[in-house]
T-cell receptor, first 116, second 112 residues
Framework: GAGVSQSPSNKVTEKGKDVELRCDPISGHTALYWYRQSLGQGLEFLIYFQGNSAPDKSGLPSDRFSAERTGGSVSTLTIQRTQQEDSAVYLC??????????????FGPGTRLTVT | AQSVAQPEDQVNVAEGNPLTVKCTYSVSGNPYLFWYVQYPNRGLQFLLKYITGDNLVKGSYGFEAEFNKSQTSFHLKKPSALVSDSALYFCAVRDIGYKLSFGAGTTVTVRA
């Protein structure tokens, strides 16, 4: 079946511009996660959505970062006024439910963001 | 917070030899441990997990992992490595709020 998809696969933007990254989770998965992978910081958690509950935003690095999930499915991660340190690969993952520790997360291919 | 550590940045083995990628964990309560693999320019692929039960867990592509509570370790193993196993491997633990906390990753190179 279809896995997690992300778009765009690559994004080059100028410093100070806003960007939107999209994630389509596996159909039926209620939990959705965003992570960031960078050379200096490794894999970092950003934000987590579970159904209609309030998202866990504890990993967002600054108020320039925000995310929403519409209709319990597609999610968009927005970075405002991008900075060079935002350059990284942004990974989205989904799992059947977020309220069990036992389920693995399924990752998309990622969006490589380069801020020039 | 829960955490995992991968003490080796790189592991190099010859094809056909056993492969071991090390991971140690620090958790309060029961650990929920995972291994993922990442090929170049790809997302993370799930290999296996330990939730409870048998200490030897079998996963995808011939990989297995041994959970050792006394040594707080969860090492990934493959009896006979292939060149195609060359990739970046991540150990992870389920953390507060259901997110995954990852180790720094270990680059595995299998030479022909």
């Amino acid at each position: 079946g279809a896995g997690v998809s992300q778009s765009p696969s690559n994004k080059v933007t100028e410093k100070g511009k806003d960007v939107e990254l999209r994630c389509d989770p596996i159909s039926g998965h209620t939990a959705l996660y965003w992570y960031r992978q960078s050379l200096g910081q490794g894999l970092e958690f950003l934000i987590y959505f579970q159904g209609n509950s309030a998202p866990d935003k504890s990993g967002l690095p600054s108020d320039r970062f925000s995310a929403e999930r519409t209709g319990g499915s597609v999610s968009t991660l927005t970075i405002q006024r991008t900075q060079q340190e935002d350059s990284a690969v942004y990974l989205c993952a989904s799992s059947p439910t977020g309220t069990s520790m036992a389920y693995e997360q399924y990752f998309g291919p990622g969006t490589r963001l380069t801020v020039t | 917070a829960q955490s995992v550590a991968q003490p080796e940045d790189q592991v190099n083995v010859a094809e056909g030899n056993p492969l071991t990628v090390k991971c140690t964990y620090s958790v309060s309560g029961n650990p929920y441990l995972f291994w993922y693999v990442q090929y170049p320019n790809r997302g993370l692929q799930f290999l296996l997990k330990y939730i409870t039960g048998d200490n030897l867990v079998k996963g995808s592509y011939g990989f297995e992992a041994e959970f050792n509570k006394s040594q707080t370790s969860f090492h990934l193993k493959k009896p006979s490595a292939l060149v195609s196993d060359s990739a970046l491997y991540f150990c992870a633990v389920r953390d507060i709020g259901y997110k995954l906390s990852f180790g720094a990753g270990t680059t595995v190179t299998v030479r022909a």
